[in-house]
């Protein structure tokens, strides 16, 4: 089974900065799309950001685009989501999730192969 460990959630200001990290432990497999999904309270999961794994092509919600940047480290089998200039409406818990296979579905949840178990981000006003 693959397990995905997200680190590097907090608590920071507007404006601030945090950069988060998912490590592959356990069995693991290769991933053609890797993304960071957002979830605040009573809302769903939503898209933030993906990473194709094989060309590092990269793809953004609106709401994020220009502040986060989605990157991978192929020798760690690690993905990053840097997030500058931190809004509170960002705050929310933050899971990585990989999948096998690539095609334009990546902005659904629903496509996923697993999941890690989540990262809180808090930004305060």
């Known amino acids: 089974q693959v397990h995905r460990v997200e680190s590097g959630g907090g608590l920071v200001q507007a404006g601030g900065s945090l950069r988060l990290s998912c490590a592959a432990s356990?069995?693991?497999?290769?991933?053609?799309?890797m993304a960071w999904f957002c979830q605040a309270p009573g809302k769903e999961r939503e898209f933030v950001a993906a990473?194709?794994?094989?060309?590092?092509?990269?793809y953004y919600a609106d709401s994020v685009k220009g502040r986060f940047t989605i990157s991978r480290d192929n020798a760690k089998n690690t993905v990053y989501l840097q997030m500058n200039n931190l809004k509170p409406a960002d705050t929310a818990v933050y899971y990585c999730?990989?999948?096998?296979?690539?095609?334009?579905?990546?902005?659904?949840?629903?496509?996923?192969?697993?999941w890690g178990q989540g990262t809180q981000v808090t930004v305060s006003s």
């Open positions: 356990g069995r693991t497999f290769s991933s053609a799309t």
């Open positions: 999730a990989g999948r096998r296979l690539w095609d334009m579905r990546f902005f659904s949840a629903n496509v996923y192969d697993y």
């Open positions: 990473i194709r794994w094989s060309f590092g092509s990269t």
